[in-house]
């Protein structure tokens, strides 16, 4: 089959969520399809990058650089028509022309779209071929979730924006033959009555890669990783850092906190210290896991499922999260991880495999063996060749 890819970024390096996932999803579908990718980039493509991705695209790869007065000028018109900015950010009627060319040229069987922002290229009329839109987590929902916590001027912004998104994914959900999700939790926040004909198609977790290193010293009691640039990673960070390890250190005085990750926000940055070290980029992020005791994701917004949890589980890393990221994830608390809510309970969790080494050991390899078993990218792509056969 001739299936044609639309992505909002490069899928290369993996260090976004939805990057991880497009990228092993192309590994993946590679050897059955002949893949033409269309993408876009807000940045240069470095020769590593296509390096990676290239030989997975047969039918050719297609990158529309954006640049930042056209997504300045579209956030706009997106602002004035009741578009999302979120839609606005990577519409650009340049890149529209480009891949109504490549759709021309390729004559796909089928597209797969990644992500509700980049349904706009293919609204209607566009829409005569079968597609599918992978929502993979619904961006309404945390941006709501997002305008109750953030500063009070930014609480209107922020809500009209989660209303607008809730808008559009259900407008955009009659453009698709197919659908699909990462999680039940996130199916069900979808508005669109039928909701539930959206398939969920997890991520995985490449247990080749991510190894336990049970030698490695241990340099950090408590870690935190991710995209330090993205909103619920930022929140998660601060939490940890100002209300949770000062209760952890309450038992343990001398216990170390590494954030690690790309593009640290500001205020990321300003939780530095001597008992907190921001890393930035870490250039292998397995450095980072193995350096640690107990892995801390403590999100209280966003949506989807947190690849940095599988990522450090199959690390054999004893883990430490809130329900928000457990129900997507559906681990068993004290069997295969650890989860709690609010400072003091996570902290208590986090000061309880700190303290026993022996139970800490024992949740982390059932950890291990729990993402091995439910994780895997093989499976959960096959469940995409059926929607796209």
């Known amino acids: 089959m001739k299936l044609l890819v639309l992505l909002s970024r490069f899928p290369y390096p993996l260090d976004k969520g939805d990057k991880l996932r497009a990228y092993h999803q192309l590994r993946c579908l590679a050897s059955r399809h002949e893949i033409a990718l269309f993408t876009l980039s807000d940045e240069d493509v470095s020769a590593e990058a296509n390096a990676a991705v290239r030989p997975l695209c047969r039918g050719g ?3 529309h650089r954006l640049h930042r007065p056209g997504i300045a000028l579209s956030m706009a018109k997106a602002l004035a028509t009741g578009r999302p900015l979120q839609v606005g950010y990577f519409y650009d009627a340049a890149a ?9 040229a390729f004559k796909p069987d089928h597209i797969y779209c990644q ?5 706009e290229y293919l609204r209607p009329p566009a829409g005569r071929l079968p597609m599918t839109l992978d929502y993979m987590d619904v961006l309404s929902a945390g941006m709501a979730r997002r305008a109750t916590q953030a500063p009070r001027w930014q609480r209107p912004v922020l809500a009209l ?5 809730q808008k559009y994914e259900a407008e955009a959900f009659g453009w698709f033959q197919h659908h699909t999700i990462i999680s039940d939790q996130d199916r069900q926040l979808i508005q669109h009555p039928r909701r539930n004909e959206v398939s969920i198609v997890l991520n995985g977790i ?11 010293p241990k340099q950090y009691d408590v870690l935190f990783c991710g995209n330090m640039g993205y909103h619920p990673n930022v929140d998660a960070a601060c939490f940890l850092a100002e209300e949770i390890m000062p209760l952890v250190r309450a038992r343990h005085p001398a216990a ?8 640290p926000a500001p205020r990321v940055q300003a939780l530095a210290s001597a008992q907190v070290e921001v890393s930035g980029w870490v250039p292998d992020i397995r450095a980072a896991y193995a350096a640690a005791r107990v892995f801390v994701a403590p999100m209280r917004v966003g ?3 947190q690849n940095k949890l599988l990522e450090a589980m199959a690390m054999q890393l004893p883990c430490v999260t809130t329900p928000l990221a457990n129900n997507a994830l559906g681990g068993s608390s004290g069997q295969q991880l650890c989860v709690a809510e609010g400072g003091e309970d996570l902290a208590d969790a986090i000061s309880t495999l700190l303290d026993d080494a022996a139970g800490a050991a024992q949740i982390a390899a059932r950890g291990l063996a729990f993402v091995k078993n439910s994780y895997n990218w093989a499976a959960a792509t096959s469940r995409l060749n059926a929607l796209f056969e």
Request: net charge positive; aromatic share 4%.
């Open 161 to 165: 924006e989660a209303q607008r998104l």
């Open 256 to 263: 170390r906190l590494l954030i690690a990750g790309t593009t």
């Open 96 to 104: 529209h022309r480009q891949l109504e060319g490549l759709i021309a």
């Open 206 to 216: 490449d247990t080749d890669f991510f190894q336990p290193r049970p030698l490695a």
């Open 61 to 63: 790869v297609v990158v």
């Open 115 to 119: 992500l509700i922002r980049m349904a």
């Open 303 to 305: 949506t989807g499922l």
